[in-house]
């Protein structure tokens, strides 16, 4: 008795105070991201499980039970060294469906507002005790060290702050489901620090007591002997029942559950805490001898009770302190925790199931301090229950009662995760006749101080004379496991139930059906669920589901408002529980009547197939496989393939469709064919209205380019397994119909070419006589005027003839022979013959056209085909150009070669297709006037003669039009001679 | 999954033997720490399997 009830409210005020100011610390952002989510601050918020029972309780039951006092640590370590097939499936569930209680997970499961309702106060009543251990520890210790009166009024103060720490940081967001940083960064150092004073004082007991572990063994050999003699190893029974106990405890314990599967964490981080837990616990456990055996020697165990032994290992203030201190860590983290998960079921089963809420605009508020009046409810409950029986109890007798209780909820968890066929009623049955012998067992006698009252069944009398707690536990949970069996297997399960079990049972993928629903929209939603919400609430809780899931408010695919729909239920069952979630969902959100039949959705399965790949094993792996094999292959096929469910609901869209269109699956698949966008939705509506299989070659207009898209349909039958619909091939034929076209003129104009050079041929020879006869003229008279026209008659001529002969030349230029020795050739000349050529078209007669050509500038090639290059570049520069521009054609030595350009003041050429004039059958002009051959002629001469050709549009001189440069080889002689500039003597 | 399988075995095994964890009480020769020795060989063994769980699924 070395503190005044002053200086023990300071020590705990000041405890409470560093709490408060990590949690702050954590609020402001003063701690780093990485350290508060490190898996190991989640290891350490786990360490919650070891509550005040585990720094005191485990001394009285090591005193009296020897090892028996591991059970508590052991069965909470085996159930997560089980986490990757017992922990990880729940928590996927309630991070999938957002249920952040037992209850909500047993609301859901068995799908009854009642099924929660039961749980929670269930739950109430098994923890209740467990409460009160935590104050009854906290009362005793104050006890200990001031020998106060009436400890339990300065217990009540440290409830309340504890209550006020636990409204402050735990309740504020009225959500549950929100991750409370600054919550497990506080429980996290409350493990820290108990852990450190649990070793504090092992080291005091093994160096302080004992002269180190030597001394400890040879005092356990010798005089310690003496004490064990009354310990009393438990029975393997009893053990293992303890262990059963304790491992249940892990599952099924309020604050425990919401730890392990309410704080949202990842996967990894709870695999992780598999090891990681034990070792925290390994670490909590190994003092619990060393300080009972420490105080044996100093003989305390005498003066005060074996739980509180750690205040006996020395007299110094300090050490009491630190024995405080653990408790307090212990006790007001587990409070905070319980409080805080039962505030949420209590509101979640109880209250809101009992007045649910209406549309008022302040909901989150209304939640929020219903939730905080809760937590200061529950934690005033336990300290009344400490007053009044508590007190009367010693630690292990309360803390048995707690968790008797709560494992009556084991066998429907396991029902829940491992047998579908386990239904509502036969869970409630065999949980009621569980909690009916474990109150009159129990619970009821604790509350009373009356006998127990335990009714040992006929062929079980080897149970009498075992301790009650070991009684009741048999008894209660063999007859709630036989009523489950039997009763589930005896009655009729709902088809809900059905589904639901499926959702829930651990190797079940789910198969959701594809029905209509009666809101269209986004916008629909929020009107629809603001009649129960609030239009404030609806429209933020829409919002928010539309955000999680990535949509947008005018998604209007029946699968996207499927996925909305849940989201929204999950959401809300985080809110205000699964029961008050599915209810309004239920009634708001209806599917539409008399939709069609529903079918399966198999986008989602296969999407979550997908998520769940790594789980599957064996055969289903293989399966698995598979099926993604011939996925993959219809994704990556070639050829534009879609399908369609039998209620015209759009199910696939492979990557070949996602490029001929320019749409992307995700957004439109779920969608019916009627919403899809133009001129899709036409297009395919026709092919499947078509009584025939196949529409071909039909004209569509993708990008302001006329398509050419051939379609095949093929029926799927459905019969009883298998669902039916319609697959869709889209091949595109444009390419093949340019072809066709491009052929059909082809010939054309080489039939007027053939015409055109005979022609030409024919006219060459009365142009020929024509000439002679103006030679003729000139020779046979002096007179200047018919001199002057007989030269205009020859000049005349000779144009005529140069005309004639580069139609004929052009006419023969398209047969070329590759390999054909080149001659140098002058392109200021190829150009004046291209632009006679141009000048006998009618169009662009008031195009004005430059030769400013070097004509001493030769490179080596082939004149009828560069004289073929100057056409088309010229042709092409005239039709982009308006009445009254200019075309220039300039040259100059380059790099060896030579740079030939044709600018023109045009409209230039569109970005889009730009990168594509090289290839074949790409034009900017109207259809009809260009082939979408010229340019590519154009590139394959230019690559032939070894030169290159670059477009620039619009050229960086000039603000618009185009420049097309060719740089061709320069020919070698004149390389040699004049590398960079034309000598002008040439 | 046959790593959970082999925890699985662990777990159970570990439940049915371990009555024979509680014999060592104060036993004259019997170190005291066995109990927590065989306790931290399982954690070991738990934390082995955990890093082979994370090859497998990589």
């Known amino acids: ?986 | 999954m046959y790593v959970y399988r082999i925890m699985l075995f662990l777990v159970l095994g570990g439940y049915l033997l371990s009555p024979l964890l509680m014999s060592g009480w104060a036993t004259p020769g019997v170190a005291w720490y066995r109990p927590f020795l065989i306790w931290g060989v399982l954690i070991a063994l738990t934390l082995w399997l955990e890093q082979k769980r994370k090859l497998d699924e990589r």
Not at chain 1, 32 to 55: D, Q
Not at chain 1, 537 to 552: I, N, Q, Y
Not at chain 1, 918 to 932: D, L, S, V
Request: proline share 5%; net charge negative.
């Open chain 1, 1 to 986: 008795m070395n503190a005044s009830l002053a200086g023990m409210f300071v020590l705990g005020t000041g405890y409470l105070l560093v709490l408060f100011l990590c949690a702050m610390a954590v609020d402001r952002g003063w701690v780093p991201v990485r350290i508060i989510r490190h898996p190991a601050v989640y290891t350490l918020a786990l360490g919650v499980y070891a509550s005040a029972w585990a720094i005191y309780g485990s001394l009285e039951l090591a005193s009296t039970s020897g090892y028996g006092y591991l059970a508590y640590y052991l069965g909470v370590a085996g159930a997560f060294l089980l986490a990757p097939v017992l922990l990880v499936p729940i928590q996927r569930m309630t991070r999938t469906y957002q249920l952040a209680s037992l209850s909500d997970l047993f609301a859901f499961r068995f799908r009854s507002r009642w099924v929660g309702t039961l749980i929670t106060v269930i739950s109430l009543l098994a923890v209740l005790p467990l409460l009160a251990l935590q104050v009854q520890t906290l009362g005793d210790a104050i006890f200990l060290m001031t020998g106060a009166a009436s400890p339990a009024l300065l217990a009540l103060a440290f409830c309340m702050m504890i209550a006020l720490f636990a409204m402050l940081f735990g309740a504020r967001e009225s959500r549950l489901h929100d991750r409370h940083d600054s919550l497990l960064a506080v429980i996290a150092l409350s493990s820290l620090v108990k852990l450190g004073a649990m070793l504090a004082l092992a080291g005091i007991a093994l160096f302080g007591v004992f002269n180190g572990p030597a001394d400890l063994q040879g005092w356990l050999d010798g005089p310690g002997q003496a004490y064990q003699a009354g310990v009393l190893q438990p029975d393997p029974a009893h053990w293992r029942t303890l262990l059963l106990l304790f491992f249940a405890a892990a599952l099924l314990m309020p604050h425990i559950f919401h730890i392990t599967f309410a704080e949202t964490l990842s996967r990894h981080t709870l695999l992780q805490a598999s090891w990681a837990l034990p070792l925290f616990l390994l670490l909590m456990a190994i003092p619990v001898p060393l300080i009972l055996w420490a105080g044996q020697r100093l003989g305390s165990d005498q003066l005060i009770g074996a739980a509180y032994l750690a205040f006996g290992l020395s007299n110094s203030p300090w050490v009491q302190a630190l024995a405080f201190i653990a408790g307090l860590a212990a006790a007001s983290a587990t409070m905070m925790l319980i409080a805080l998960a039962l505030s949420g079921m209590i509101l979640n089963h109880v209250l809101l199931v009992a007045h649910p809420p209406d549309a008022r605009q302040n909901l989150y508020r209304w939640l929020l301090w219903l939730r905080r009046a809760l937590i200061a409810a529950v934690i005033l409950g336990g300290w009344l229950f400490y007053r009044i029986v508590g007190v009367h109890h010693d630690l292990t007798t309360l803390a048995l009662a707690a968790f008797v209780g709560m494992a009556q909820c084991l066998p429907g968890l396991l029902a829940l995760l491992y047998w579908p066929g386990a239904n509502r009623k036969g869970m409630v049955s065999g949980l009621v006749v569980g909690i009916l012998i474990w109150l009159a067992g129990l619970w009821v006698p604790l509350l009373t101080g009356l006998p127990p009252l335990v009714v040992i069944p006929p062929g079980l009398e080897i149970l009498i004379g075992e301790p009650d707690w070991y009684i009741v536990t048999l008894v209660s949970m063999a007859a709630n496991i036989l009523v489950l069996i039997v009763v589930s297997l005896a009655s009729h399960t709902s088809e809900g139930e059905r589904a639901a079990a499926e959702a829930c049972s651990v190797d079940a993928v789910i198969r959701p059906q594809r029905l209509p629903l009666a809101a269209a929209t986004g916008e629909d939603f929020k009107q629809h669920l603001g009649r129960a919400l609030g239009e404030d609430v609806a429209s933020r809780e829409v919002e928010r589901a539309l955000d999680d899931l990535g949509l947008s408010p005018l998604d209007s695919r029946p699968y996207a408002l499927r996925r909305l729909r849940d989201r929204l239920q999950a959401n809300l069952s985080g809110l205000m529980g699964p029961s008050v979630a599915q209810d309004i969902v239920d009634r708001y959100l209806p599917y539409q009547q008399g939709g069609g039949g529903a079918t399966e959705d198999i986008h989602f399965v296969e999407s979550r197939l997908e998520a769940y790949r790594s789980r599957l094993t064996g055969l289903a792996r293989e399966l698995d496989g598979l099926r993604r094999y011939h996925r993959r292959t219809l994704t990556r096929l070639p050829v534009g393939l879609c399908a369609f469910g039998e209620d015209g609901e759009l199910l696939m869209w492979n990557d070949a469709l996602t490029a001929l269109t320019g749409i992307p699956g995700e957004s439109v698949i779920g969608s019916r064919r009627d919403s899809l966008p133009p001129p899709w939705g036409e297009l395919l509506g026709r092919i499947l209205a078509e009584p025939r299989s196949h529409l071909y070659k039909q004209p569509v207009d993708l990008d302001g380019a006329q398509r050419y898209l051939t379609l095949h349909k093929a029926e799927l039958e459905a019969s009883n397994d298998e669902l039916g619909g319609k697959v869709i091939l889209i091949e595109d034929h444009s390419e093949m119909k340019w072809l066709e076209d491009e052929l059909v003129h082809a010939a054309r104009l080489a039939s007027i070419g053939q015409l055109a050079a005979g022609v030409a041929h024919e006219i060459g020879n009365p142009i020929t006589g024509i000439s002679s006869l103006a030679q003729n003229l000139r020779y046979d008279t002096d007179d200047p005027q018919l001199l002057e026209t007989a030269d205009q008659i020859q000049q005349l001529t000779d144009r005529v003839s140069r005309i004639v002969s580069s139609l004929v030349g052009f006419a023969h230029g398209g047969r070329h022979v590759t390999g054909q020795a080149f001659t140098p050739v002058a392109m200021a000349q190829v150009t004046d013959d291209a632009l006679h050529l141009i000048h006998l078209a009618r169009s662009g007669e008031d195009v004005s056209y430059a030769n400013r050509c070097d004509p001493s500038l030769m490179v080596e090639g082939d004149a009828q085909r560069l004289l073929q290059v100057m056409v088309n570049l010229l042709s092409n520069a005239r039709d982009a150009s308006e009445p009254g521009d200019q075309v220039v054609i300039a040259t100059a030595a380059q790099d060896n070669g030579l740079l030939v350009t044709v600018t023109d003041e045009g409209q230039g050429i569109d970005e889009r297709v730009r990168d594509h004039l090289f290839e074949p059958f790409t034009t900017t002009k109207p259809p009809g006037e260009g082939t979408g051959l010229g340019l590519p002629l154009v590139y394959s001469i230019v690559a032939e003669h070894g030169g290159r050709i670059e477009i620039d549009s619009p050229p960086a001189d000039q603000p618009r039009g185009t420049r097309i440069s060719l740089w061709l080889p320069l020919n070698r002689q004149q390389e040699g001679e004049r590398p960079d500039e034309p000598d002008p003597d040439r």
